[in-house]
Protein backbone atom coordinates (compact mmCIF):
# COMPACT_ATOMS: atom_id res chain seq x y z
CA UNK A 1 0.00 0.00 0.00
CA UNK A 2 1.57 3.61 -0.94
CA UNK A 3 1.17 6.55 1.00
CA UNK A 4 -0.20 9.67 -0.98
CA UNK A 5 1.95 12.05 -1.62
CA UNK A 6 0.77 15.27 -0.05
CA UNK A 7 1.29 18.38 -2.12
CA UNK A 8 0.28 22.47 -1.36
CA UNK A 9 -2.14 24.44 -3.48
CA UNK A 10 -0.73 26.08 -6.36
CA UNK A 11 2.85 25.36 -5.56
CA UNK A 12 3.23 21.86 -6.64
CA UNK A 13 5.42 21.18 -3.69
CA UNK A 14 4.91 18.48 -1.34
CA UNK A 15 3.48 19.58 2.44
CA UNK A 16 6.78 18.29 4.00
CA UNK A 17 8.99 21.27 1.35
CA UNK A 18 6.24 23.63 1.73
CA UNK A 19 6.54 26.65 3.90
CA UNK A 20 3.57 26.62 6.89
CA UNK A 21 0.12 28.34 6.09
CA UNK A 22 -0.97 26.44 2.89
CA UNK A 23 -3.64 24.57 2.65
CA UNK A 24 -2.55 20.95 2.18
CA UNK A 25 -4.54 18.57 -0.71
CA UNK A 26 -3.58 15.04 -1.59
CA UNK A 27 -1.93 14.59 -5.09
CA UNK A 28 -3.59 14.82 -7.75
CA UNK A 29 -5.95 11.58 -9.14
CA UNK A 30 -7.31 11.17 -12.77
CA UNK A 31 -10.56 10.87 -12.71
CA UNK A 32 -12.87 8.68 -15.30
CA UNK A 33 -12.18 9.41 -18.95
CA UNK A 34 -12.01 13.04 -18.78
CA UNK A 35 -8.29 13.29 -17.51
CA UNK A 36 -9.30 15.86 -15.50
CA UNK A 37 -7.28 16.02 -12.11
CA UNK A 38 -9.29 16.72 -8.62
CA UNK A 39 -8.27 17.35 -5.53
CA UNK A 40 -8.96 16.32 -2.40
CA UNK A 41 -8.58 17.80 0.63
CA UNK A 42 -5.76 15.38 2.94
CA UNK A 43 -6.15 14.86 6.57
CA UNK A 44 -3.47 16.29 9.22
CA UNK A 45 -2.23 14.53 12.11
CA UNK A 46 -3.13 15.59 15.17
CA UNK A 47 -0.56 16.69 17.86
CA UNK A 48 -1.06 15.06 21.44
CA UNK A 49 1.62 17.15 22.92
CA UNK A 50 0.65 20.81 23.90
CA UNK A 51 3.23 22.50 21.67
CA UNK A 52 3.63 21.30 17.89
CA UNK A 53 7.13 19.84 16.94
CA UNK A 54 9.20 21.45 14.80
CA UNK A 55 11.37 19.15 14.28
CA UNK A 56 9.51 16.62 12.07
CA UNK A 57 6.64 16.74 9.76
CA UNK A 58 3.37 17.33 11.11
CA UNK A 59 1.92 14.87 8.25
CA UNK A 60 2.61 11.39 7.26
CA UNK A 61 3.97 12.00 3.48
CA UNK A 62 7.16 11.35 1.51
CA UNK A 63 8.28 12.50 -2.18
CA UNK A 64 8.75 9.73 -3.87
CA UNK A 65 11.22 11.09 -6.26
CA UNK A 66 13.81 12.34 -3.12
CA UNK A 67 13.52 8.94 -1.73
CA UNK A 68 14.00 6.73 -5.05
CA UNK A 69 17.49 9.33 -5.35
CA UNK A 70 18.51 8.93 -1.64
CA UNK A 71 18.30 5.65 -1.95
CA UNK A 72 20.52 5.25 -4.97
CA UNK A 73 23.17 6.87 -3.66
CA UNK A 74 22.92 4.76 -0.48
CA UNK A 75 26.20 2.88 0.45
CA UNK A 76 26.24 -1.06 0.98
CA UNK A 77 25.68 -2.42 4.30
CA UNK A 78 29.59 -3.24 4.92
CA UNK A 79 30.98 0.05 4.21
CA UNK A 80 27.97 1.47 6.29
CA UNK A 81 29.24 -0.58 9.55
CA UNK A 82 32.69 -0.10 8.62
CA UNK A 83 32.57 3.71 8.43
CA UNK A 84 30.17 3.92 11.72
CA UNK A 85 33.18 1.57 13.34
CA UNK A 86 35.34 4.37 12.34
CA UNK A 87 33.07 7.28 13.95
CA UNK A 88 33.30 5.53 16.85
CA UNK A 89 36.47 4.86 17.20
CA UNK A 90 37.48 8.80 16.86
CA UNK A 91 34.56 9.96 19.50
CA UNK A 92 36.80 9.01 22.12
CA UNK A 93 38.82 12.21 23.65
CA UNK A 94 41.87 10.34 24.07
CA UNK A 95 41.88 8.72 20.89
CA UNK A 96 41.50 12.19 19.05
CA UNK A 97 44.48 13.15 21.06
CA UNK A 98 46.73 10.63 19.92
CA UNK A 99 45.98 11.47 16.05
CA UNK A 100 46.49 14.90 16.75
CA UNK A 101 49.64 14.34 18.42
CA UNK A 102 51.02 11.55 15.70
CA UNK A 103 50.16 14.40 13.38
CA UNK A 104 53.96 15.39 14.17
CA UNK A 105 55.12 12.48 13.51
CA UNK A 106 56.07 9.18 14.24
CA UNK A 107 56.04 8.51 18.23
CA UNK A 108 56.77 5.55 20.52
CA UNK A 109 54.46 4.68 22.90
CA UNK A 110 56.25 5.58 25.70
CA UNK A 111 55.87 9.50 24.29
CA UNK A 112 52.02 9.44 23.37
CA UNK A 113 51.51 8.35 27.15
CA UNK A 114 53.90 11.41 28.32
CA UNK A 115 52.45 13.85 26.14
CA UNK A 116 48.56 12.75 27.00
CA UNK A 117 49.54 12.19 30.62
CA UNK A 118 48.42 8.83 30.81
CA UNK A 119 50.07 5.41 31.49
CA UNK A 120 51.61 3.20 28.71
CA UNK A 121 48.97 0.49 29.10
CA UNK A 122 46.33 3.05 28.56
CA UNK A 123 47.90 4.28 25.13
CA UNK A 124 48.62 1.18 24.00
CA UNK A 125 45.02 0.07 24.60
CA UNK A 126 43.83 2.94 22.38
CA UNK A 127 46.28 2.56 20.06
CA UNK A 128 45.30 -1.14 19.33
CA UNK A 129 41.81 0.29 19.00
CA UNK A 130 42.97 2.71 16.76
CA UNK A 131 45.16 0.17 14.62
CA UNK A 132 42.37 -2.55 14.32
CA UNK A 133 40.62 0.33 12.22
CA UNK A 134 43.68 1.23 10.14
CA UNK A 135 43.86 4.98 11.57
CA UNK A 136 47.22 4.33 12.77
CA UNK A 137 50.02 1.99 11.58
CA UNK A 138 53.11 1.06 13.90
CA UNK A 139 56.42 -0.34 13.55
CA UNK A 140 58.82 -2.28 15.71
CA UNK A 141 62.62 -1.37 15.91
CA UNK A 142 64.14 -3.61 18.58
CA UNK A 143 62.13 -3.58 21.74
CA UNK A 144 60.11 -0.46 20.40
CA UNK A 145 56.86 0.23 18.92
CA UNK A 146 56.76 3.51 17.19
CA UNK A 147 53.11 4.68 15.86
CA UNK A 148 52.01 6.92 13.05
CA UNK A 149 49.20 8.08 10.97
CA UNK A 150 48.40 5.11 8.55
CA UNK A 151 47.50 7.39 5.58
CA UNK A 152 46.09 11.14 4.49
CA UNK A 153 42.65 9.67 4.91
CA UNK A 154 43.11 10.08 8.64
CA UNK A 155 44.50 13.18 8.11
CA UNK A 156 41.50 14.95 5.78
CA UNK A 157 39.10 13.11 7.89
CA UNK A 158 40.73 15.12 10.99
CA UNK A 159 40.74 17.97 9.23
CA UNK A 160 37.30 18.41 8.12
CA UNK A 161 35.88 17.12 11.29
CA UNK A 162 37.87 20.03 13.10
CA UNK A 163 36.86 22.56 10.32
CA UNK A 164 33.41 21.48 10.73
CA UNK A 165 33.90 22.31 14.84
CA UNK A 166 35.83 25.54 14.19
CA UNK A 167 32.93 26.74 12.07
CA UNK A 168 30.03 27.14 13.80
Given at each position: ???????H???G???????????????P?????????????????????????????????????????????????????????????????????I?????????????????L???????????????????V????????????????????????????????
Amino acid sequence: MSVPLIFHRGTGIPACHAPEGRELLQAPKVSGTSGGLNYIPAMVRKSTAKKPERDRCEIDSFDPKRVTAARRVMMPDDEIDRMSSIFQCVAHPTRIKIIQALFTGELCVCDLAQVLGSSVSAVSHQLRTLRGLRLVKYRREGKMAYYSIDDEHVRALFALGLEHVRHG
